[in-house]
């Protein structure tokens, strides 16, 4: 367990003070033993130690969703998934309605190596809800979904870039927008 002290705390009954010279003559103390760190204070690739050889999720910057099982990974938290599915999902339903609808498919990939500084979220997945739909989806062909989901953003972006230019219109800029001056 690791403590929290302060500079105001006193010091502890047979702790050495910095600079101190051992009680004793000839007799020098024992070098103090580094404190074990608890494992969630490891904040680096370390961590992926525990997920090892189980499913994961992994949601990749660009919007994609693997899942699959975790073989190896390395410093940079470069992973190689083994059984590798993309999921994707298209929705039907209008974003106001509380449960979206929609169609998903998958698409086996077998081994990913995925880049580590490409990877958003990754989590282990629960084995026994695994096989369930996800609610409110059902299952469709790859190629239909596909078509849907690039659809629907092709729609989303014209409907950002009407905002924009009537934001333009009333003075505002949106981010990287500018013109660039040379």
Request: aromatic share 6%; proline share 8%; no cysteine.
């Amino acid at each position: 367990m690791m403590e929290n002290l302060s500079i105001h705390d006193p010091p502890q009954p047979g702790a050495q003070m910095a600079g101190s010279v051992p009680q004793g003559l000839g007799r020098s103390a024992a070098p103090p033993q580094p404190q074990q760190l608890p494992p969630q204070m490891f904040t680096t690739a370390a961590q992926l130690l525990d997920l090892t050889d189980k499913k994961l999720l992994v949601w990749l910057r660009d919007g994609r969703k693997l899942t699959g099982v975790l073989r190896s990974w390395d410093q940079f938290a470069n992973l190689v998934l083994q059984s590798t599915v993309e999921r994707i999902f298209a929705t039907t339903s209008e974003p106001t309605e509380p449960q979206p609808r929609g169609l998903y498919a998958d698409q086996s990939h077998g081994i990913f190596l995925v880049r580590g500084e490409n990877v958003l979220l990754l989590g282990e997945i629960d084995l026994d809800k695994d096989d369930d739909p996800p609610p409110g989806f059902e299952k469709a062909e790859f190629g239909v979904v596909e078509k849907l989901a690039k659809e629907r953003r092709a729609a989303e972006k014209a409907k950002e870039k009407t905002k924009l230019k009537k934001l333009a219109t009333l003075g505002f800029e949106g981010e990287n927008l500018g013109e660039i001056l040379l």
